[in-house]
C-alpha cells in the first residue's frame, strides 16, 4: 500500500470545525482512501472512505484532492468524544482480490480544548 | 448484536509461557487480522486470513501463531519465542475486497512478567 503523511498532532476547540490533512502523493488510480480513528484503550473505529468524489457520512466528510494527491478529513463540530488518533490510509482494490490487513501510520493526535 | 469480541481485556502471564487470546465475530466476515500496538505507535499486522483453513504472515509473525478453523474465529498464540510480547493486541475483521471497512475488537492488553 502507498503511504501517507499526517501531522503529528492537532489542537482545536469545542464546537468548532476540524480539518485534519492528510498527503498521499504517490497514490495510485485504484487506492481508496480511507479513515479510522482511535480512542485510548480502544479499537479503531472505522470513519469514512473514498476514492474521487468528496464524501458525506454522520460521523465526518472527506474532501479529496482533484489530483488525489491529499485529502482532509473534516469534523464539522467537534466534540469532546472526537478526542483520539485518526488514521489516513489507502487501500488498494486493485491488488488481486482479498484483504491483506490496513497499513496504519501514527496517525494525528487530535486534542479538544474546552 | 452483531460484533468482534476479543478476550480477555487484560491478561497476565509469567515470562517463558506460551498464551492463546481469542477473537470471535458474528458478522459473517471472511477476513480476519490481528494487529500488535505498543505504546505512541501505530498497528502493526501480525497475521490475517481471508478464508477458513488458511492464514498468512503479517509484517511482524515471529514469535506468534494462529489458526482458522472455523469463519468466526480466529484465536492468536504468543509463544515464548516472541521476545518482547507485552503489548496491546488488536483483532480485526472484513468482507473480503479492499476497499470494505474494517472492525475492531476492544483488544487485549498483555502484560508478561
Known amino acids: 500500500d502507498a503511504k501517507t503523511t499526517q501531522p503529528n498532532s492537532m489542537e482545536s476547540n469545542e464546537e468548532e470545525p476540524v480539518h485534519l490533512p492528510c498527503n498521499h502523493s504517490?497514490?495510485?488510480?485504484?487506492?481508496?482512501i480511507h479513515w479510522y480513528r482511535q480512542l485510548p484503550s480502544q479499537g479503531p473505529e472505522y470513519v469514512i472512505h473514498?476514492?474521487?468524489?468528496?464524501v458525506n457520512n454522520r460521523m465526518a466528510s472527506l474532501a479529496i484532492a482533484e489530483d488525489r494527491k491529499s485529502s482532509t478529513l473534516i469534523l464539522h463540530r467537534a466534540t469532546l468524544r472526537d478526542a483520539a488518533v485518526y488514521y489516513c490510509?489507502?487501500?488498494?482494490w486493485g491488488s488481486g482480490g482479498g484483504a491483506d490487513g490496513l497499513t496504519f501510520g501514527k496517525g494525528t493526535h487530535l486534542i479538544i480544548q474546552p | 448484536d452483531g460484533g468482534i469480541t476479543q478476550s480477555p481485556k487484560y491478561l497476565f502471564r509469567k515470562e517463558g509461557q506460551n498464551v492463546t487470546l481469542s477473537c470471535e465475530q458474528n458478522?459473517?466476515?471472511?477476513?480476519m487480522y490481528w494487529y500488535r500496538q505498543d505504546p505512541g505507535q501505530g498497528l502493526r499486522l501480525i497475521y490475517y486470513s481471508q478464508i477458513v483453513n488458511d492464514f498468512q504472515k503479517g509484517d511482524i509473525a515471529e514469535g506468534y501463531s494462529v489458526s482458522r478453523e472455523k469463519k468466526e474465529s480466529f484465536p492468536l498464540t504468543v509463544t515464548s519465542a516472541q521476545k518482547n510480547p507485552t503489548a496491546f493486541y488488536l483483532c480485526a475483521s472484513s468482507m473480503a475486497g479492499d476497499y470494505t471497512e474494517a472492525f475492531f475488537g476492544q483488544g487485549t492488553r498483555l502484560t508478561v512478567v
Open positions: 473514498g476514492l474521487t468524489s468528496n
Open positions: 504517490t497514490i495510485s488510480g485504484t487506492d481508496y
Open positions: 458478522l459473517n466476515h471472511d477476513a
Open positions: 490510509i489507502l487501500r488498494d
